[in-house]
């Protein structure tokens, strides 16, 4: 069966410092991935969308960026964090319909 | 843009009794709706899904019903237990050739009273 992991659960970073956020999936090629991000009290916010290696669409400028390095793995990263960029982070992949979601990584910038 | 938004952002219910989520959506064209399930610090859980050539199914407990007319849709719950205690969330999926991927709601969260 499929598996989406996500890492680290949480995450408590200085303003400034750099983030590395990694996903990777099980049981299944050349998913469909994406990151989302949630503010308290709010809706998924699509970040990011990627089709393939090396293929990343960005749905919102920002300070974050993603990569696929490999076909099951995604990764958001930031060279300097903001404030702003607080939140929950989640991971998910896309085999049709539906869209299945990691455990989430909490964001606190501080 | 276009978004997913939901009429009521808190909803407490009692235990045993039936509850309803309602959810507005502002894409016409959009042909696939999802409700999941967010329990605190997790990601959402997919709970049911249907198609915009249909206007109910039903699921174990659950049920959601599609109103095209008014662009609506609703989860219906039954027999509400402490364990739904949970926010949901309706998404929408554009039509084919979007650019557009999955479209969220703020979410409803759910309070299930003893």
């Known amino acids: 069966s499929q598996t989406i992991h996500q890492w680290p659960a949480t995450l408590v970073q200085p303003v400034g410092s750099p983030l590395s956020l990694e996903c990777t999936v099980e049981g299944t090629s050349n998913p469909n991935l994406y990151w989302y991000r949630q503010a308290a009290g709010r809706g998924l916010q699509l970040l990011f969308y990627?089709?393939?290696?090396?293929?990343i669409s960005s749905e919102v400028p920002q300070n974050l960026s993603a990569s696929r390095p490999q076909d099951r793995q995604f990764i958001l990263s930031s060279k300097k964090l903001l404030l702003s960029d607080s939140g929950f982070y989640l991971c998910?992949?896309?085999?049709?319909?539906?869209?299945?979601f990691g455990q989430g990584t909490r964001l606190t910038v501080v | 843009g276009e978004s997913v938004g939901l009429h009521l952002p808190t909803l407490s219910v009692q235990e045993g009794d039936n509850s309803i989520i309602n959810c507005a959506y502002s894409?016409?064209?959009?042909?696939?709706f999802i409700w999941y399930k967010q329990e605190s610090g997790k990601g959402p859980q997919f709970i049911i899904d249907?198609?915009?050539?249909?206007d109910k199914r039903q699921g174990q407990r659950v049920t959601v019903l599609l109103n095209k007319t008014v662009k609506h849709l609703s989860l219906q719950i039954a027999a509400t237990q402490p364990g739904d205690s949970a926010v949901y969330f309706c998404?929408?999926?554009?039509?084919?050739?979007?650019?557009?991927?999955?479209?969220f709601g703020s979410g409803t969260q759910l309070t299930v009273l003893p």
């Open positions: 990627s089709v393939g290696i090396g293929q």
């Open positions: 249907i198609r915009s050539n249909m």
């Open positions: 998404a929408e999926n554009p039509p084919r050739g979007s650019a557009r991927q999955l479209t």
């Open positions: 894409n016409s064209a959009s042909d696939y």
């Open positions: 998910a992949w896309r085999p049709g319909g539906r869209a299945f």
